[in-house]
């Protein structure tokens, strides 16, 4: 992971573009971790989230070729952003993001993003709303017109010893929703049956408007 929290394939994708004369919009930004990396090359970042506390976050750090708004990705009119020469995206998305980013780029104009794929922490017994097979991405990808570039799946299993260190993997913030819609349930059978990791799997790919 670049900077220890961006996908490393994801910032190689986007730095293979000629990305000093372009504008890019980063999708659900959040505190910025993404966009940062992006415009120590880039000629401008624009990023978007619909948190207000992380945009926040993102201004304080902002630089003169940074811009942040608190904007919903999947609602938004992408195109009142003003030019958008590449759509990128870290763990956000969504088929409206993919549709919306479809409108705003110019022919030629590229998506590239990193996703949870189908099979992230499976281990809470059913997948998140906002996976993707590798299947259906291309799908929708291709039926949005996009042309697919690349399009992996890189997954990896995490240790742990007991369920606060799952937790620690989860995340704090997410094991309260786990707990609300029973995935917590679910892993607390998983390792009373002798389960001790987690499958991290993400989605990364770079398509092309055509």
Same mark, same amino acid.
């Given at each position: ?13 986007i *730095?293979e573009? %000629? &990305?000093?004369? =372009?504008?890019?919009?980063?999708v659900?930004?959040?505190a910025?971790?993404?966009? *940062? ?6 000629k401008?970042?624009? $990023? ?10 993102a201004?304080?750090? @902002?630089?003169e #070729?940074?811009f *942040? =708004?608190?904007i919903?990705?999947?609602? !938004? ?9 590449? &759509? ?5 998305m ?5 549709? #919306?980013? =479809?409108?705003?780029? %110019? ?5 590239? *993003? !990193?996703?949870f794929? @189908? ?8 997948r ?9 991405m291309?799908n ?6 996009f042309t697919?570039?690349?399009l992996? &799946? ?5 240790p742990?010893k #007991? ?5 620690? &993997?989860?995340?704090h913030?997410?094991? $309260?929703?786990?707990? /609300?819609?029973?995935?917590?349930? #679910?892993?607390?059978n998983?390792?009373?049956? $002798? ?5 991290? /799997? ?8 055509e």
């Open positions: 992971m670049a900077s220890g929290l961006v996908n490393k394939t994801l910032v190689k994708l *730095f573009e %000629p &990305v000093d004369d =372009y504008t890019i919009l980063d659900g930004c959040g910025g971790a993404l966009s *940062f990396i992006v415009a120590e090359k880039a401008s970042v624009v $990023g978007i989230d619909i948190s207000e506390e992380a945009i926040m976050s201004k304080k750090r @902002a630089r #070729n940074t *942040f =708004y608190v919903d990705a999947d609602t !938004a009119d992408y195109t009142a952003l003003g030019r958008i020469d590449m &759509v990128v995206s870290h763990l956000c969504s088929n409206r993001i993919i549709e #919306n980013s =479809y409108y705003v780029l %110019p022919k030629e104009g590229k998506i590239a *993003f !990193a996703c794929h @189908a099979k992230h922490l499976i281990e809470g017994g059913r998140s709303r906002f996976s993707y097979t590798r299947k259906e291309k929708v990808l291709e039926k949005t017109g697919v570039e690349y992996e &799946v890189e997954s990896e299993k995490i742990f #007991n369920m606060d260190e799952a937790i620690a &993997v989860i995340g913030k997410k094991a $309260g929703k786990w707990q /609300s819609d029973g995935r917590l349930q #679910n892993l607390q998983y390792i009373d049956k $002798g389960g001790r990791s987690l499958t991290k /799997s993400i989605l990364v790919g770079k398509a092309r408007k």
